[in-house]
């Protein structure tokens, strides 16, 4: 019979990654907790309407990528493609805003989207979704990029590259809209059959297509920034000088658009040259309209997710070993022995220190190579002789040296050596 194997685009996360993950996730809290945010947990499914409203019907993630299906109540539901539409809706639904209209929210966890498999890419992948709600001032814009960046250093890595745009907003975007249109007229034919689709409806994701062919038929058009009102130009030069005022750099990519229908003035991404072509690791923007189009009061937002796989294919090589260790392995020899272990190493783990053991009963040495295997700290000898003498060896297991311990009380003893030996148990 076959074995059965993981869906294409779907990863395990084996216990050897797991530990990096860990890492990575702790770090997240840390920093975005200093920051004022967050954390909440919304579901995997929701219902189709929520992303169709949320992201648009022009996107290629509505159009294309959704892992849509109807359920046995007659109900179209979807895994979430992405987490800005949850976080609004568990930020209306609970009312959050009754309390205090300001939200700082982030979270954690898989997202799917049905797209060809590629370097850094799956259909089930991770993002860290981060959320502002309540403030349209330009300087939480600001201080979120401040945040991403400092969070990104904080990894190892180096030299992000961040580039921002403003995108307008409802006051002065159809102008930008209609230039464009003007300008693919008569180009219709230079354009990818997506692209040619979404004339009608969403003519700037142009700006936003892979397809060579768009993309220099796009080279000489319009740019938003000769469109800009006063305001959302006030606005992002306020944003612009607050970057200085921190020493984050950026550079202007007047040609950036995000991919969701949803953003208005502020846009951002981040990106690295270590992924080749799918260079961005980061994306996100400002959507003042998007808690009214989901039914909620007229209340602004911002935010940004970032693609964990491509975050952890980015960090550079560390010598920090991410996995879990045991920190003590108790080899005994004998079925008196073995009964005394099975007792200790469950007291130990009661009590917090990470203690394995055998329960093949294979010779020591075969004993101390699995303690080896598992990279414990230290080995906790016990046989006949050990019991009779209520003594017995702890071996550190990189220097070789011994300590010879009471077995009275040893489960206390053991917890005193590890804390002094700089490994504490919590």
Not at 90 to 101: I, K, Q, S, V
Not at 389 to 407: W, Y
């Amino acid at each position: 019979m076959d074995t059965i194997t993981a869906v294409k685009g779907f990863k395990d996360i084996l216990p050897a990654e797991a530990g990096k993950w860990r890492f990575v996730e702790e770090r997240v809290r840390q920093v975005f907790s200093a920051f004022g945010f967050r954390e909440i947990r919304v579901p995997i499914v929701e219902k189709t309407d929520l992303f169709r409203r949320g992201i648009g019907e022009a996107t290629d993630i509505v159009e294309k990528e959704m892992y849509t299906f109807l359920d046995r109540g007659d109900e179209y539901l979807t895994l979430r493609p992405e987490a800005t539409a949850s976080v609004i809706r568990a930020y209306l639904e609970h009312t959050l805003y009754a309390a205090d209209p300001v939200a700082k929210l982030f979270t954690l966890g898989p997202m799917f989207r049905r797209e060809r498999p590629q370097k850094g890419r799956f259909r089930q992948f991770h993002q860290i979704d981060v959320e502002v709600l309540g403030y349209d001032d330009p300087r939480i814009d600001a201080e979120l990029l401040l945040m991403l960046i400092h969070f990104l250093k904080g990894l190892g890595l180096s030299d992000p590259q961040l580039e921002i745009n403003s995108l307008g907003c409802p006051a002065c975007r159809p102008t930008f809209r209609e230039a464009v249109v003007a300008f693919l007229s008569g180009r219709e034919e230079d354009l990818c059959p997506d692209c040619r689709r979404r004339l009608g409806s969403n003519p700037l994701r142009v700006f936003d297509c892979k397809v060579e062919t768009c993309k220099a038929a796009i080279a000489q058009a319009p740019v938003l920034k000769e469109f800009l009102c006063g305001d959302c130009r006030a606005h992002f030069e306020t944003v612009q000088s607050s970057l200085h005022l921190f020493e984050v750099p950026f550079s202007l990519n007047f040609r950036m658009v995000r991919g969701l229908d949803y953003y208005t003035r502020t846009a951002f991404e981040v990106t690295t040259t270590h992924l080749g072509a799918q260079n961005a690791i980061v994306g996100g923007g400002r959507y003042d309209g998007l808690v009214q189009d989901l039914g909620g009061p007229d209340i602004p937002g911002i935010g940004f997710a970032i693609g964990f796989e491509r975050l952890l294919a980015m960090m550079p090589a560390q010598d920090q070993d991410f996995s879990v260790h045991p920190t003590l392995f108790i080899a005994a020899l004998g079925r008196e022995a073995q009964q005394f272990a099975y007792g200790l190493c469950n007291r130990l783990r009661l009590q917090g220190m990470d203690t394995e053991m055998d329960y093949t009963g294979k010779s020591l040495k075969s004993q101390l190579k699995r303690a080896d295997r598992l990279h414990c700290r230290y080995a906790l000898l016990i046989g006949e002789r050990e019991l009779s003498e209520r003594k017995a060896p702890l071996r550190n297991m990189a220097g070789g040296d011994q300590t010879l311990l009471d077995l009275e009380g040893i489960a206390d003893a053991l917890q005193n050596i590890l804390k002094t030996r700089g490994k504490e148990i919590v």
